[in-house]
């Protein structure tokens, strides 16, 4: 069984295609969203933490309801 550790290989094609559907979001901003997506909190910084929840709460960045 496949568990959330072994997903760490493809952080970078997740913050690939992250960039990919948003080509304004930067390198930095789009390995923070993979690696909240994947990653044991503890190994994520309070920064990357921050960050996803500013693009979750759409206090930054675009906001799903709004692109076409």
Do not use: R, W
């Amino acid at each position: 069984m496949i568990g959330h550790e072994d997903f760490g290989e493809y952080l970078q094609d997740l913050a690939d295609a992250i960039i990919s559907y948003n080509p304004n979001i930067s390198p930095y901003e789009a390995m923070a969203l993979a690696k909240a997506g994947i990653v044991d909190p503890a190994g994520i910084t309070q920064f990357e933490k921050n960050i996803n929840m500013n693009f979750k709460n759409s206090t930054y960045g675009t906001d799903c309801d709004n692109n076409p």
